[in-house]
């Protein structure tokens, strides 16, 4: 039997355009869950933290004095402090905790008393985050303050770049 070479090409183009149809929604779908699965960086965004707060004492955990308060500035948010006072410097562990999660860091400060006034000031650095803040970083902060030596209450100043 004889093949008529017209048909064949008839058949042969059917098939390639049947195939180019059955491809053409993979291709874009194929692309377009390749590029959902990419992972892209989004660039960080600095901010010059601005932050006073007015502390009281909470509660005394051994040498720590634990202190709460409220700040102002950069964020409006609840700020706790675990406070320890050496002879000649501070040490503590800020937290604030802005809407949508926490950033915490370390501060060492210089103290000095000056009648029933202790007056600090040093370097602030985030050790963490949470929540959208999770990935907050910041080094180079500076922190100063003052402690009333008989009810303990305790203004902070905290200031300096913080990468979001």
């Known amino acids: 039997m004889r093949r008529n ?33 990419r992972v892209t960086a989004k660039e960080a965004r600095t901010v010059h933290l601005v932050e006073t707060a007015q502390l009281k004492l909470a509660r005394e955990d051994g040498a720590a004095l634990v202190e709460h308060g409220h700040a102002t ?9 675990i406070l320890t006072i050496h002879p000649t410097y501070v040490t503590a562990v800020v937290t604030i905790f802005p809407r949508g999660g ?6 060492k400060a210089n103290y000095v008393v ?8 040093g370097s602030f650095a985030i050790t963490r985050g949470t929540g959208t803040f999770r990935h907050v970083s910041g080094k180079a902060l500076g922190i100063s303050g003052a402690i009333d030596r008989y009810t303990f209450d305790m203004t902070v100043k905290a200031h300096g770049p913080v990468n979001l």
């Open 73 to 81: 500035g950069t964020y409006n948010a609840p700020v706790t402090a």
């Open 5 to 37: 070479l017209g048909s064949v090409t008839v058949r042969l183009t059917i098939s390639i355009c049947a195939m180019a149809l059955a491809a053409a929604p993979v291709g874009p779908t194929a692309q377009a869950s390749g590029a959902a699965a």
């Open 102 to 107: 926490s950033i915490t860091g370390t501060a």
């Open 114 to 121: 000056k009648s029933s006034t202790g007056y600090y000031g």
